[in-house]
């Protein structure tokens, strides 16, 4: 299981503070954070703490089990991003 982030992200990276082991990006400080769509979190390297849902103000992130089905394609969205 992993969480899975979804296209109604706005990139404001208040996730990405909050995680504690570095696997969600584009960062802002990153070369591809502008033409990044979204922000997407590592399935592997996601330890599955939840501390990423509470941040989000648009409500984006998801448990993979609870991702709506009209979002689904989002969890190999997000893997792709890390080549996986
Ligand atoms: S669940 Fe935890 S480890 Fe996984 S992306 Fe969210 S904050 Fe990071
Ligand atoms: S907190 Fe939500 S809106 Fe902000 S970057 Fe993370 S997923 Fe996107």
Redesign the pocket.
């Known amino acids: 299981m992993a ?1 899975v982030v979804v296209d109604t992200c706005t990139k404001d990276n208040l ?1 990405v503070d ?4 570095d ?2 990006h584009p960062k802002q400080d990153e070369p591809d954070f502008e033409a990044a769509t979204q922000v997407w ?1 590592d399935p592997e390297a ?7 849902i509470p941040v989000c103000p648009s409500n984006s992130i998801f448990i993979l089990e609870e991702l709506p089905a009209d979002k689904a394609e989002f969890a190999a969205k997000n893997a792709a991003y890390y080549g996986k």
């Open positions: 969480y996730c909050a995680c504690p082991v696997c969600i979190i996601c330890i599955d703490c939840g501390a990423c």
